[in-house]
């Protein structure tokens, strides 16, 4: 007798709507607000590098306004991140375009200046093996996402190697664990 395997129910994934309503209840304000000052421009040209030495000037009837992102002296484009095991599949991340920061008078690069990232605290809906009612199960999960550039002061590396060194000079400070042995006096 031979015997047929037992089928094994698909789960099916939930409908964008119902996904779309249950993110808008985690995400009150939270991504959606930035989703939706997003200047994405920058995407439409491949290959966006860091402006450095071109003075960012707006036009006087500004209708050409380049976005906020390249105007700043730590400009930045985006990435967008797909992953089809969350909800919102696809979402904007920021990198930066340049190095050091655009502090010069004609918007030279300084590498006294390093251009950094800045993350922001967000939720996603997570799809799960499980499966209920014949849909996937999502849980909420959080995450940090880059939206955007800072400029910060770049370290000395004397002053790294200070502080690395430092804790050799606090040495003669130490107090001895032993209760019993009484620190010297110098």
């Known amino acids: 007798m031979k015997r047929t395997p037992p089928k094994t129910k698909s789960c099916a994934d939930r409908q964008e709507e119902v996904l779309e309503q249950m993110y808008g209840h985690l995400a009150a304000g939270m991504l959606n607000a930035y989703h939706h000052t997003l200047q994405l421009q920058p995407l439409d040209r491949e290959n966006v590098s860091c402006p450095a030495g071109t003075h960012h000037s707006a036009p006087v009837n500004g209708k ?65 093996s499980v499966c209920a009612g014949g849909r996937s199960v999502y849980v909420e999960e959080y995450i940090t996402i880059p939206v955007g550039c800072t400029c910060v002061p770049e ?32």
């Open 64 to 128: 050409h306004r380049l976005p906020v992102n390249i105007q700043s002296i730590s400009p930045w484009a985006y990435r967008i991140s797909y992953n089809p095991t969350r909800y919102p599949k696809y979402i904007p991340e920021a990198y930066c375009l340049c190095k050091g920061c655009l502090t010069g008078p004609y918007g030279e690069e300084n590498l006294n200046f390093r251009s950094t990232p800045v993350y922001m605290p967000t939720v996603i809906l997570r799809r799960t």
């Open 155 to 186: 370290q000395e590396k004397e002053a790294e190697t200070e502080e690395v060194n430092s804790s050799l000079e606090k040495e003669k400070f130490k107090v001895p664990i032993n209760k019993s042995e009484k620190p010297s006096s110098s």
